[in-house]
């Protein structure tokens, strides 16, 4: 079964400072590989993901990720964070099956500090 | 692009009530709509799959007959708690795609069963 692990509940950063979430996986096959942000009492918004190509994926909000398929991980980074960048965020992978479900870490809060 | 509404936002009712939410994808049509149920600072839980003119795969212990899904339609999908009790209350979201691409979420609604 396909698994993301999200090691860290939370993660401190300084404004302006580089911001790096992580996350590993498990699959049985090349894997798809999602990231998503969620915000106080909303739904999840979606940052980027990862299918096939570059391993350096670009996304919203001046976020990327590395896939790694060595180490099976796909941290999300970026290069100065915001304030406005504190939230919960998810990392997923999708079944390899015709469900097309998302499989969800556990999630890690991002606090950046002013 | 790739809206997807809930309403309500936010419901309170008095136990063994029936409580109705309307997922909908405001700019796309969805072949599948997915049902999660999220604790407090936990991560989210797949409650069912549901897909257009056929009826939800629900995850193993979710209660069919206690929450209703109908996706009538490509752009609307409904997931009714009946009987609620207090230990249904929880943060419901819903997300929807179309087969192999990315899922988009609702904000989410919060019920909370007194």
């Known amino acids: 079964a396909q698994s993301v692990a999200q090691p860290e509940d939370q993660v401190n950063v300084a404004e302006g400072n580089p911001l790096t979430v992580k996350c590993t996986y498990s699959?049985?096959?090349?894997?798809?590989l999602f990231w998503y942000v969620q915000y106080p009492n909303r739904g999840l918004q979606f940052l980027l993901k990862?299918?096939?190509?570059?391993?350096l994926v670009k996304g919203s909000y001046g976020f990327e990720a590395e896939f790694n398929k060595s180490q099976t991980s796909f941290h999300l980074k970026k290069p100065s964070a915001l304030v406005s960048d504190s939230a919960l965020y998810f990392c997923?992978?999708?079944?390899?099956?015709?469900?097309?479900?998302?499989?969800f870490g556990s999630g890690t809060r991002l606090l950046v500090r002013p | 692009g790739a809206v997807v509404s809930q309403h309500p936002s936010r419901v309170i009712c008095k136990s063994g009530t029936s409580v109705k939410i309307e997922c909908r994808s405001l700019?796309?049509?969805?072949?599948?709509m997915f049902w999660y149920r999220q604790f407090p600072k936990q991560s989210l839980m797949l409650m069912a799959t549901?897909?257009?003119?056929?009826?939800?795969?629900?995850e193993q212990g979710v209660e069919k007959d206690k929450f209703l899904i109908n996706h009538a339609s490509l752009t609307l999908s409904t997931l009714t708690v009946t009987s609620a009790h207090p230990e249904d209350s929880s943060f419901y979201i819903c997300?929807?795609?179309?087969?192999?691409?990315?899922?988009?979420f609702g904000p989410g609604t919060r019920l909370t069963v007194l």
């Open positions: 997300s929807a795609g179309r087969k192999g691409e990315t899922q988009y």
């Open positions: 699959v049985s096959g090349n894997p798809y």
């Open positions: 990862y299918i096939t190509g570059d391993n």
């Open positions: 997923a992978v999708r079944e390899l099956d015709s469900s097309y479900k998302l499989i």
């Open positions: 700019d796309f049509q969805a072949t599948t």
């Open positions: 549901s897909n257009e003119g056929s009826k939800a795969t629900y």
